[in-house]
């Protein structure tokens, strides 16, 4: 199986739109196992497409660990009002972890690898990981939701960090 790459902050694919999976055929599943083993190989707990290149709408997590789960042009149907703060990283910030708000609740709609569409309501933990997974969709990275002071501060130290 070959290695798939971590790309990190500054590359631009972490910016662009994602495309629609137009077929959800047997590369897509591999791709999904690919996706995983890279995940766990870095200490992640989500990824997204464009995380190692490829600029597709579609991502994986394991949040409980053991049971990993594969989203493919998924949509958020609802996200909740009512919003919580909690810590979060990312694989392509490495190093970089703040409080971000998101919504507490949501209901996401999307396919598996094995091109079954699923509807999944998620709370908590779930719910977080699931938003800031969409956001890489979108061309969003969490430091984006931060604060601007707080956002050019981390960012400051990281690149120092990634300097040295
Ligand atoms: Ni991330």
Known sequence: MVDMDIVV?????LRQ???????IDTNIKALSQQMLETMYRGKG????????????????????????LVFIN??????????EDFEEGCLSIPGVYA?????????????????????MEAEGFLARVIQHEMDHLNGVLFTDRLPEIIRAKLLKQYEKRMRA
């Open 45 to 68: 707990i989500g990824l997204a497409a464009p995380q190692v290149g490829l600029s597709l709408r579609m991502f994986v997590l394991d949040v409980e660990e053991g049971s990993p």
């Open 74 to 83: 998924p949509s958020l149907l609802e996200t909740s009002e009512e919003l």
């Open 17 to 23: 739109k994602a495309q629609n999976i137009a077929d």
């Open 99 to 119: 409080k971000v708000a998101r919504s507490a609740e949501i209901r996401i709609q999307a396919w598996n690898e094995r091109g079954r569409p699923f509807t």
């Open 9 to 13: 902050l500054g590359d631009e694919i």
